[in-house]
């Protein structure tokens, strides 16, 4: 009795479940349709805009154009925080979404930080040459030191960097360990480190899946660490590293996972491949 009792539980908890897979389904093939419409149509007037300033500005435009059109609302606190001059910023990393994010929010001076394997991509390697993203190689040593001089050399002229220095990201929440590239370039061109929290991002869009969900995303500007000249590059950018990391932590509110055996092995993998 019991057990066709729970049978019929289970047959009517599908049923109940049914019109809302269906409706994320519908939800998600149409927000991936719009993003590759709004796409196609950022594609055409970024070859078209003479200067990086406005293609910078039109993919701002468009990022936060979809975001709208996908009923993804986005709170976004502590823009006052943002250094007038030139900066680092490094957030965490829990969606594919993450870029888009900070692309809609975020002055359009900054350049973001790219793995190079997006070249490759017809699509997404164009559009992100277009608006002055800088690729890295994360697996060949000696093409990731030469990438890493020359974003050096980009910070000390001025320009403002975005990283994502956790390098990947997971389905399951947390904050993985930091890789040390972008505060080394923040130190040896004596700039200040910005931490900024993404929180919903990985609900939206989480790592495994491709199929996106409507929410909420919230995006915190934390306060800017500032460039130490009396320390050594070398001590200074882990101490860079470790106070941002501890920042985002204390905001994000997820667990650690840089003592999880897993994430640590795979960072170390990527750190003597070069990855920055």
């Known amino acids: 009795m019991r057990t066709t009792s729970a049978k019929h539980l289970v047959a009517a908890q599908k049923m109940i479940s049914l019109p809302k897979r269906l409706l994320l389904v519908l939800y998600g093939v149409y927000a991936w349709t719009t993003f590759l419409v709004l796409g196609s149509v950022t594609l055409v007037l970024l070859l078209l805009a003479p200067s990086l300033k406005l293609r910078r500005v039109v993919g701002a435009q468009c990022a936060k154009l979809w975001l709208r059109v996908a009923g993804i609302p986005v709170e976004f606190r502590g823009a006052d925080l943002l250094p007038d001059g030139p900066a680092v910023i490094v957030a965490n990393h829990s969606s594919y979404i993450d870029g888009v994010l900070l692309k809609a929010v975020l002055p359009s001076r900054y350049a973001f930080v790219i793995k190079k394997e997006m070249v ?48 990947t990201f997971a389905g399951r929440p947390g904050l993985a360990r930091f890789h040390g590239g972008a505060f080394t370039i923040a130190a040896r061109a004596h700039m200040p480190v910005v931490p900024v929290v993404i929180r919903g991002a990985r609900h939206v869009l989480r790592g495994g899946t491709i199929w996106p969900r409507p929410g909420r995303v919230s995006i915190q500007v934390l306060c800017a660490i500032e460039p130490n000249p009396e320390e050594p590059a070398s001590t200074h950018a882990a101490t860079l590293r470790d106070q941002s990391r501890a920042h985002i932590l204390q905001a994000l509110g997820e667990p650690d996972l840089s003592h999880d055996g897993v994430a640590e092995l795979a960072a170390e993998r990527s750190l003597t491949r070069g990855k920055i």
């Open 120 to 167: 490759k991509v017809p699509f997404a390697g164009l559009l992100l040459r277009r608006i002055g993203a800088e690729f890295v190689d994360r697996f060949n040593r000696h093409s990731g030191a030469m990438d890493a001089r020359r974003l050096i050399r980009t910070a000390a002229g001025g320009s403002s960097l975005v990283f994502f220095p956790e390098g």
